[in-house]
């Protein structure tokens, strides 16, 4: 068995396959209690799991072996990126304080949810400025995955979001806003000149792709996750209107009559193609006549980002 408490990696990978070499960030003990192998012991994945919820088989070098979780054990070659002594630390529960923006995203914000839906939770930290000039620097993002919450240090927010990251674009425009700081209210008051064309590559682009390993599935397996397809249409549906409107329609309750069936697997993939061709077509028609400038305002939002650092100093 392990501590109880072992040091939290920020950002897990996915998962890691079998032969990759890691280090132990935790004691290893036997049944009774007894340490069998100190904290950094190198070893080799035998058996990876189908989720993080679940443990590495890891092997020794001395033939033995033990199970761990992923957040008791980090990448050989990414020892570098890990502390573990960091003075007056900061952990990632203690970063939640210095979320400035919460909102809901997911099914329920979109108009899309039945009775088992989450709550799904995103938005933006700031982080405090000593923590981000010291040595040991930000985590990108912050996570607490039993409650389904996930934010974004604010500089990485804005380049996702200049990027036209659909996620992220609709955290920005999500109706259902629990926590909005002045500087947070501030951001949502500009957000359209965080909109341009690179919408139309990068929506179309991800349903092209994501449809094109979905014919796979269907071929090779015969089944598809419908509320991935489900989702996948609303996004087109969604890209659509951004180029029309100029603004990310995140509450498709409208089209709910058509998506719904979709998600319930109650449509043929033959009837969701043609419906998936037809959106492809009117995108390209809005891309033709839309009126948002080929990039977004990178001047506006760099002026923002700064100023958000310096009241971060000023606190």
Known sequence: ????????????????????????????????????RRKGTVGTIVKSPVDNEHAYLIRFPDGGQASLHRQELVIRKHLQNVDFDRPEPLSD????????????????AYGLDVEESDMDRRGIYLPPAELHWSLYGIPEQIEDSSNQECYWELQKFMILTLKANPNVLECLYSPIVEKCTPLAQELLDSRSSYLSKLVYQTYNGYVLSQFRKLEQDLRTRGELKWKHVMHLVRLLVSGITILKEG?????????????????????????VNNWRLELHKEFDAAFETTKLPERPDYERANLFLIKARKEMVRQ
């Not at 079998?18 to 036997?30: D, F, H, K, Y």
């Open 1 to 36: 068995m392990t501590e109880n408490n072992p040091i939290k990696i920020v950002n897990p990978h996915l998962i890691i396959p079998a032969g990759t070499q890691v280090v132990t960030l935790v004691e290893i003990r036997s049944k009774a209690g007894q340490p069998l």
């Open 93 to 108: 529960r203690e970063l939640f304080d210095y979320v400035i923006y919460q909102c809901v995203i997911g099914s329920r």
């Open 247 to 271: 603004a990310v329609p995140v509450n498709v309750g409208e089209y709910r009559d058509r998506l719904m069936p979709i998600r319930l697997g109650e449509v043929s993939w033959e009837e």
